[in-house]
């Protein structure tokens, strides 16, 4: 990950954490009596975002690619919620050498994001209706790779179509704010990494995502 995509990766993170604090502190939005955070809860959201990536030795993403997604959360108690997401990548496109090849490797690479886990959330920091919850779980990336090899002496072989889903996981965390018993915004980041090493990020990668929900109390 150079330094450009360190300085991308935080102002991203910057943004969404400053939208959701000027949404907890505007006086026309919170209410002295927002909902504490409550046990058999549906919650469906929808996001936007951005993967970040190291792009080292592998066929990660090449810089910031933007994706969208949702997901769904139960929950069982206030502070635990099992969820289900999915996120979709349109076109990654990057490029890659081999550790000791004598090929360049241009590619594009569709990705599908299905994973599931848990957040951990805690009550609302005082005075600001503001919600930090940890996340953790495991899915699968699904890949679709068409790619171009380059080789040094100027000829070309172009490769076969390439699909895979690899098992991975990720931990991260966000915030969320409730506007009142049914909506909210919420920001968050993580990091996944895969179980198999392959040449199809064996890297890992991150992703920063901004979005709305919708909640429902069924008990």
């Given amino acids: 990950m150079n330094q450009g995509d360190i300085n991308n990766m935080f102002r991203i993170l910057q943004l969404s ?18 909902p504490s955070v409550r046990k058999d809860v549906f919650e469906f959201g929808a996001f936007v975002g951005s993967n970040f990536a190291p792009g ?31 996120g979709y990548f ?21 990705i599908h994001d299905f994973h599931g886990g848990v957040h951990l959330r805690t009550d609302p920091i005082p005075g600001t209706g503001l919600v930090p919850y940890a996340v953790i779980g495991f899915g699968g990336v699904h890949t679709s790779f068409t790619g171009t090899e380059f080789y040094d002496n100027g000829s ?31 920001g968050e980041m993580k ?14 990668f991150g992703k920063v995502e ?10």
């Fill in 17 to 34: 954490l400053l939208a959701l604090t000027l949404s907890a502190t505007c006086p026309c939005l919170y209410a002295a009596d927002a």
């Fill in 191 to 204: 990091f996944y990494r895969p179980f198999n090493g392959t040449d199809r990020l064996t890297q890992g």
């Fill in 156 to 186: 070309e072989a172009t490769l076969p179509k390439e699909s895979a889903m690899l098992p991975c996981f990720n931990v991260g965390g966000g915030l969320r704010y409730y506007f009142n018993e049914n909506f909210g915004i919420r």
């Fill in 56 to 86: 080292q030795n592998g066929a990660n993403f090449d810089g910031f690619r933007a994706m969208g997604g949702g997901n769904v959360t139960y929950s069982i108690h206030k502070w635990v919620l099992p969820y289900f997401e999915y």
């Fill in 210 to 219: 901004f979005g709305i929900f919708w909640q429902k109390k069924v008990k």
């Fill in 90 to 110: 349109p076109e990654v496109a990057g490029s890659f050498r081999p550790e000791g090849a004598t090929r360049r490797i241009d590619y594009t690479n569709t």
